[in-house]
């Protein structure tokens, strides 16, 4: 068997070990693992001695040339590309229109079809989840045509102004739990949100160091609370977006039976940053929900490692400074964008401060996230699928500066930070994508991906 590249010296890291051997590069698929692969003169050979060789990353939640963000497909492939991730699922919004910036009358089908041909520019593969953001019946007759072109994920809000009620929700849930399609949620609970939001704008407090106490975490388990009940009693896959507190995720961990239903994710921002960046950094961390205490981060370690969490992405959000640093917290754009960093900065809380190991990681950043949005392509190095796959240095140092961000946004909330561990190639079913620092890849080679519906119970 002629092979196209062989990757040796490596350490690989699955979901279970990690493994001194090579892997062979074969028509855009891994094609073997083993200490002595075939070479021919054609065969490019790269050496990953002193590196860790890892899938790519899969990140389920960014946001890309949307409602709430400014990035297009190629500035935020690019900056993924850097930080190893070589699938992302990005939100078509119902009714958002992108080039107006404005909301519209438009459907979820059309808002998937815009953001199909606005990823023409992209380096990595991507999905997208549908977003319903109206309570209007007629999209009910959209869910399953949209699951038969590969749209296996809803999202929904509790909140903000494109927030469902509970009625309507339960109603989706239904239709969604018949096609077997996973029904995401944004849980806040509305009403508290907005009355402790404007009982600080009456009092003048717009100091970022006290939003926190307007999006609190009773606000956030109240909510999730409502939407998993509400999902278990339609029997519909939940997976809970942007888990932030120990109270929300208790709520999740107390749901779980077999674990197959159930399902939740936290960010790279939860995890490395807490409240007192608010003091520190003014504005510009400014996410929903907000960064936490000390105490949340360590829960939600822990429940990453006991299961109640499963998966650890971005939310990335791109913005600039100009929108971000503002006099009220309530006047800021809100979101932080990370797709560069989350991987090094994830190795460093993860690994480096807290003992965890490379399998888990790859549990986490690669794999969990494949299998739970229908992509068994992805976040793996077994023989067969696709090669996706990064080299990574965990013993190379990085002080993120944002003058490097390939993203649209000017600012990092991981400023100055020095981290070890840095992508230092990227492949994308089995070509160059990313190399020391700079993008090898025309836009457009990435692929908008028809993803199968989640097999859970495995």
């Not at 606000?219 to 896959?237: I, L, P």
């Not at 068994?376 to 190095?381: D, N, P, R, S």
């Amino acid at each position: 068997m002629n092979v196209d590249k062989v990757v040796q010296g490596g350490t690989l890291v699955t979901p279970e070990r990690t493994i001194e051997s090579n892997i062979a590069i074969k028509d855009s698929r891994i094609a073997a693992i083993g200490e002595s692969l075939p070479l021919s003169d054609e065969t490019e050979v790269i050496d990953a001695s002193g590196k860790l060789v890892m899938p790519g990353v899969v990140d389920p939640h960014v946001h890309i040339d949307g409602q709430n963000s400014r990035d297009t497909y190629l500035t935020a492939s690019r900056a993924a590309a850097l930080g190893g991730v070589t699938t992302c699922i990005n939100f078509a919004w119902q009714g958002w229109d992108e080039a107006e910036r404005k909301w519209g009358d438009g459907t979820l089908s059309e808002s998937i079809d815009r953001q199909i041909r606005k990823g023409s520019d992209s380096i990595i593969d991507f999905g997208l989840h549908g977003t319903i953001t109206r309570e209007n019946d007629a999209v009910l007759a959209e869910i399953e045509p949209l699951v038969d072109r590969g749209i296996t994920s809803f999202k929904m809000f509790t909140a903000y102004e494109f927030g469902l009620s509970n009625g309507f929700i339960n109603k989706l849930l239904g239709v969604i739990a018949d096609t077997e399609a996973v029904a995401l949620f944004h849980t806040e609970e509305e009403s508290v949100c907005a009355t402790l939001t404007a009982e600080q704008k009456a009092a003048g407090t717009g100091d970022p160091s006290e939003y926190p106490s307007s999006r609190p975490d009773y606000a956030e388990a109240m909510a999730a609370d409502s939407a998993v009940r509400m999902a278990q009693a339609a029997g519909a896959k939940y997976y809970g977006v942007h888990t932030s507190c120990e109270q929300a995720a208790k709520v999740l961990a107390g749901h779980i039976e077999d674990g197959t239903k159930v399902r939740a994710e936290t960010c790279t921002h939860y995890l490395a940053r807490d409240e007192s960046a608010y003091g520190t950094d003014g504005t510009l961390p400014v996410i929903a929900p907000p960064l936490r205490t000390p105490r949340d981060q360590e829960h939600l370690f822990t429940q990453l490692a006991e299961g109640a969490l499963s998966v650890v992405s971005t939310d990335h959000v791109a913005t600039t400074r100009a929108n971000k640093e503002v006099d009220n917290w309530w006047d800021t754009s809100f979101g932080a964008n990370s797709l560069q960093y989350s991987l090094p900065v994830f190795h460093e809380e993860a690994v480096n401060n807290r003992g965890f190991s490379y399998p888990f990681l790859v549990r986490t950043m690669c794999s969990a996230p494949a299998n739970t949005f229908g992509m068994q392509q992805k976040g793996t190095l077994d023989p067969g699928t696709d090669a996706d796959l990064i080299l990574f240095d965990p013993d190379q140092k990085q002080t993120i500066d944002a003058a490097d961000n390939e993203s649209i946004a000017d600012y990092s909330i991981y400023e100055g930070r020095t981290v070890s561990g840095k992508v230092t190639e990227t492949f994308l079913r089995g070509e160059r994508i990313a190399k020391n620092g700079t993008i090898t890849s025309d836009p457009g080679y990435g692929e908008f991906l028809k993803r199968d519906i989640p097999n859970w119970s495995v």
